[in-house]
């Protein structure tokens, strides 16, 4: 078929910015909070969310485009927007989303938790009971961890740590030397809680809390006996995370990335944040310091750190102000401790996560560790999680004299750190630890068992959209597969062969994986979906994913819609395709549902004239799953199966009224209601259809 896409879908124009619509998430998050059918603790928990989310934004997404805009480096992006503009862009959004999240702090749930019984006390508002209690804990808890620091010419401006709170002080009179005193640094000592709760017998209400940063404000003329402190400002600095490590360069990768990880919290500034009370002069000179612009300075209108009240979540029981508590249905056959092996055998195990509990695949990797018929384990890990039961279970197969090869992804952002642990943990127990591909992340989640039954070798797989982590196994929407499928096996055993071996590119039979065979098929699906509907026949594309950037399957994509093929995308996060557009995407709807679990499966179905296929993977339609990373596209073969994930991951999520906001040619979103329908939320019918 010809490829070549019509000049008028080259424009630019037809491509949102990736960074501003991955900035536009974050307004959806926070919409949670405001919501009063969201429970308020749950409010308080998206704020967070939010705030958390918009750091990672600055220490990836805008440190990146401060570097191309430093280096001069050419940005290929569809949109062909310039990074000084687009850091312009940022810079009005990021601006409203900081205010917005304020406005809901104070004037929204702040309110709604003291009606509730639940305060977050300042200092003007601490009785003397109190007063004397906050002082007895600065002077035993907080003072002998501070270490203040004077700003003088033997003590310059020092490194202050990525994301560390840090109060600027104004000093007058003369320290112990006869110095004149001008200015000192304090840290919040990073051991210590942020927030502090006020004890039952002194709390004004059933539960009271105060900032870690009040107290210092408090009592911080007793880090300076004898001067006088005319005012102390709570700042934070955001630094780029992004780790560069030139993997063609270096020998041991592992080692590089250890040494890359020791200077991460001390990288380029990317964002000032300061107290909305600190004097212009003080704004001022943290700027020359981190040497940052009056634009890339956020005043905070609270507490700089008030993503840190997440910490009260778990402090609070009640229930009442919480999502309700929720069993994950357990697979049968691991309730009835039968066989994982036969039930497998039997016909494939669909698991759709966090409605279905994740031990299936534990006890999978605990049964094969145990079982003498088993052979060999392989597995990939992406992010897995502290103690993990499954790398007990890894460790425990090796020991057993089972060949245990475990493919660690190294860079897994924020996660380096852990997995270089669990690298030498498994490498220490006999496991065979493969660091990946030098270029490609390793994305994929694959599990493949190799089992000696009646003489003959049988593959056992688990493929899955979301990573094998058992915590957010139960805050992540994915799907895992479990089969015995022999195609399917055997391709899973040539992708481990890949990775491992560095063998040649490889001939799938029933899987697509990047950075090979993915984009080219997706990219013919999608031009059959444009062959039928030309011919008259049944055309649709409806597909799921966190995000969609990939230039050339978006312009695939108005291609097939002005072919008349129907096409529904239900994408969680950032979204460059515009929907809507007359004659280039008129057939083209885009939503994205934000509820109590984090979108996470991907799941991609053709019509096929009829004839339906339907995929699940790891990959979502961008840049750098398509291309460059590994990643995995299982098809689901079972009828019934495929028939649950149609129903349960498209179906159900395009039917959502209450949870789902549609995208606009414009890039915005318009959060949709029920009007005149029955309200419908795709999570919580599924929370009734797989609970029961």
Same mark, same amino acid.
Not at 543 to 558: C, F, R, T
Not at 576 to 604: C, K
Not at 631 to 640: R, S, V
């Given at each position: 078929m010809n490829?070549?896409?019509?000049?008028?879908?080259?424009?630019?124009s037809?491509?949102?910015?990736?960074?501003?619509?991955?900035?536009?998430?974050?307004?959806?998050?926070?919409?949670?909070?405001?919501?009063?059918?969201?429970?308020?603790?749950?409010?308080?928990?998206y704020?967070?969310?939010? #705030?958390?989310?918009?750091?990672?934004?600055?220490?990836?997404?805008?440190?990146m485009?401060?570097?191309?805009?430093?280096?001069?480096?050419?940005?290929?992006?569809?949109?062909?927007?310039?990074?000084?503009?687009?850091?312009?862009?940022?810079?009005?959004?990021a601006?409203?989303?900081?205010?917005?999240? /304020?406005?809901?702090?104070?004037?929204?749930?702040?309110?709604?938790?003291?009606?509730?019984?639940?305060?977050?006390?300042?200092?003007g508002?601490?009785?003397?009971?109190?007063?004397?209690?906050?002082?007895?804990?600065?002077?035993?808890?907080?003072?002998?961890?501070?270490?203040p620091?004077?700003?003088?010419?033997?003590?310059p401006?020092?490194?202050?740590?990525?994301?560390?709170l840090?109060?600027?002080?104004?000093?007058?009179?003369?320290?112990?030397?006869?110095?004149?005193?001008?200015?000192?640094l304090?840290?919040?000592?990073?051991?210590?809680?942020?927030i502090?709760?006020?004890?039952?017998?002194?709390?004004?209400?059933?539960?009271?809390?105060?900032?870690?940063?009040?107290?210092?404000?408090?009592?911080?003329?007793?880090?300076?006996?004898?001067?006088?402190?005319?005012?102390?400002?709570?700042?934070?600095?955001?630094?780029?995370?992004?780790?560069?490590?030139?993997?063609?360069?270096?020998?041991?990768?592992?080692?590089?990335?250890?040494?890359?990880?020791?200077?991460?919290?001390?990288?380029?500034?990317?964002?000032?944040?300061?107290?909305?009370?600190?004097?212009?002069?003080?704004?001022?000179?943290?700027?020359?310091?981190?040497?940052?612009?009056?634009?890339?300075?956020?005043? #905070?209108?609270?507490?700089?750190?008030?993503?840190?009240?997440?910490?009260?979540?778990?402090?609070?029981?009640?229930p009442?102000?919480?999502?309700?508590?929720?069993?994950?249905?357990?697979?049968?056959?691991?309730?009835?401790?039968?066989?994982?092996?036969?039930?497998?055998?039997?016909?494939?195990?669909?698991?759709?996560?966090?409605?279905?509990?994740?031990?299936a695949?534990?006890e999978?990797?605990?049964?094969?560790?145990?079982?003498?018929?088993?052979?060999?384990?392989?597995?990939?890990?992406?992010?897995?999680?502290?103690?993990?039961?499954?790398?007990?279970?890894?460790?425990?197969?090796?020991?057993?004299?089972?060949?245990?090869?475990?493919?660690i992804?190294?860079r897994?952002r924020?996660?380096?750190?852990?997995?270089?642990?669990?690298?030498?943990?498994?490498?220490?127990?006999?496991?065979?630890?493969?660091?990946?591909?030098?270029?490609y992340?390793?994305?994929?989640?694959m599990?493949l068992?190799?089992?000696?039954?009646?003489?003959?070798?049988?593959?056992?797989?688990?493929?899955?959209?979301?990573?094998?982590?058992?915590?957010?196994?139960r805050? /992540?929407?994915?799907?895992?597969?479990?089969?015995?499928?022999?195609?399917?096996?055997?391709?899973?055993?040539?992708?481990?062969?890949?990775?491992?071996?560095?063998?040649p590119?490889?001939?799938?039979?029933c899987?697509?994986?990047?950075?090979?065979?993915?984009?080219?098929?997706?990219?013919?699906?999608i031009?059959?979906?444009?062959?039928?509907?030309?011919?008259?026949?049944?055309?649709?594309?409806?597909?799921?994913?966190?995000?969609?950037?990939?230039?050339?399957?978006?312009?695939?994509?108005?291609?097939?819609?002005?072919?008349?093929?129907?096409?529904?995308?239900?994408?969680?996060?950032?979204?460059?395709l515009?929907?809507?557009?007359?004659?280039?995407?008129?057939?083209?709807?885009?939503?994205?549902?934000v509820?109590?679990?984090?979108?996470?499966?991907?799941? /991609?179905?053709?019509?096929?004239?009829?004839t339906?296929?339907i995929?699940?993977?790891?990959?979502?339609?961008?840049?750098?799953?398509?291309?460059?990373?590994?990643?995995?596209?299982?098809?689901?073969?079972?009828?019934?199966?495929?028939?649950?994930?149609?129903?349960?991951s498209?179906?159900?999520?395009?039917a959502?009224?209450?949870?789902?906001?549609?995208?606009?040619?414009?890039?915005?979103?318009?959060?949709?209601?029920?009007?005149?329908?029955?309200?419908?939320?795709a999570?919580?019918?599924?929370?009734?259809?797989?609970?029961?």
């Amino acid at each position: 078929m010809n490829r070549e896409v019509p000049q008028n879908l080259k424009n630019p124009s037809l491509h949102l910015n990736r960074e501003l619509a991955q900035l536009e998430f974050n307004f959806r998050v926070l919409a949670q909070a405001e919501d009063t059918s969201v429970p308020l603790l749950e409010r308080l928990r998206y704020l967070c969310i939010s #705030c958390t989310n918009l750091d990672e934004f600055f220490e990836v997404r805008v440190a990146m485009l401060r570097r191309h805009l430093a280096l001069n480096e050419p940005r290929l992006d569809p949109d062909a927007v310039p990074p000084r503009e687009v850091l312009a862009h940022i810079r009005d959004r990021a601006t409203t989303l900081v205010k917005a999240q /304020y406005d809901c702090w104070n004037w929204i749930l702040i309110p709604a938790l003291e009606r509730e019984g639940i305060r977050f006390s300042k200092r003007g508002e601490w009785t003397p009971t109190q007063r004397h209690w906050l002082h007895e804990y600065f002077r035993n808890e907080i003072l002998p961890v501070l270490s203040p620091l004077g700003l003088d010419p033997a003590h310059p401006f020092p490194r202050i740590l990525n994301k560390s709170l840090t109060l600027a002080v104004v000093l007058q009179g003369r320290d112990a030397f006869g110095h004149e005193g001008h200015m000192a640094l304090v840290r919040a000592p990073r051991s210590l809680p942020r927030i502090i709760r006020i004890p039952a017998e002194v709390a004004q209400t059933p539960h009271e809390f105060v900032f870690l940063a009040s107290v210092l404000h408090e009592f911080m003329d007793e880090l300076f006996p004898g001067m006088q402190v005319l005012g102390s400002y709570q700042f934070r600095v955001t630094r780029n995370s992004e780790l560069f490590v030139d993997e063609e360069e270096v020998e041991n990768i592992a080692l590089a990335l250890r040494d890359e990880l020791k200077g991460r919290g001390y990288a380029k500034p990317v964002r000032l944040e300061v107290a909305d009370n600190c004097p212009q002069a003080i704004a001022d000179m943290l700027m020359q310091n981190f040497e940052l612009s009056d634009t890339e300075v956020y005043r #905070c209108e609270g507490p700089v750190n008030v993503n840190r009240v997440n910490a009260v979540y778990d402090q609070i029981h009640r229930p009442d102000l919480k999502f309700p508590a929720f069993a994950p249905r357990v697979l049968p056959a691991v309730l009835e401790e039968h066989s994982l092996f036969e039930a497998i055998r039997e016909r494939d195990i669909l698991l759709h996560h966090p409605f279905e509990s994740f031990n299936a695949v534990i006890e999978l990797v605990r049964e094969a560790s145990a079982d003498p018929d088993v052979l060999a384990i392989k597995q990939t890990l992406y992010r897995v999680g502290n103690d993990s039961p499954l790398i007990d279970h890894l460790i425990d197969a090796a020991r057993q004299g089972k060949d245990v090869t475990v493919v660690i992804e190294l860079r897994a952002r924020f996660d380096e750190e852990a997995n270089l642990r669990l690298a030498n943990r498994l490498q220490e127990a006999g496991v065979q630890v493969v660091y990946g591909v030098v270029g490609y992340k390793t994305h994929a989640k694959m599990l493949l068992i190799v089992r000696r039954e009646q003489g003959v070798l049988r593959r056992y797989t688990h493929l899955s959209t979301g990573n094998y982590h058992q915590v957010t196994s139960r805050l /992540y929407t994915d799907f895992g597969l479990m089969t015995a499928n022999a195609d399917i096996g055997e391709d899973t055993h040539l992708l481990f062969l890949q990775l491992s071996g560095l063998g040649p590119i490889i001939k799938l039979k029933c899987l697509l994986h990047s950075p090979f065979t993915l984009h080219k098929g997706l990219m013919e699906k999608i031009e059959r979906e444009i062959a039928h509907a030309q011919q008259g026949k049944p055309a649709r594309i409806i597909a799921k994913m966190n995000a969609l950037n990939e230039g050339s399957v978006v312009e695939m994509l108005y291609r097939a819609s002005q072919a008349g093929v129907q096409i529904d995308l239900i994408v969680r996060g950032a979204c460059t395709l515009r929907p809507g557009l007359p004659d280039v995407s008129q057939n083209i709807r885009v939503r994205s549902i934000v509820g109590r679990f984090l979108e996470h499966s991907r799941v /991609y179905w053709f019509q096929n004239d009829d004839t339906p296929e339907i995929y699940c993977s790891s990959a979502d339609w961008m840049e750098r799953n398509l291309l460059r990373r590994i990643e995995t596209c299982f098809p689901i073969l079972d009828p019934a199966l495929a028939q649950r994930v149609f129903d349960e991951s498209l179906a159900n999520y395009l039917a959502d009224n209450t949870s789902a906001w549609r995208l606009e040619s414009d890039g915005s979103y318009t959060r949709l209601t029920p009007g005149d329908h029955p309200p419908h939320s795709a999570q919580q019918t599924l929370l009734a259809k797989l609970m029961q």
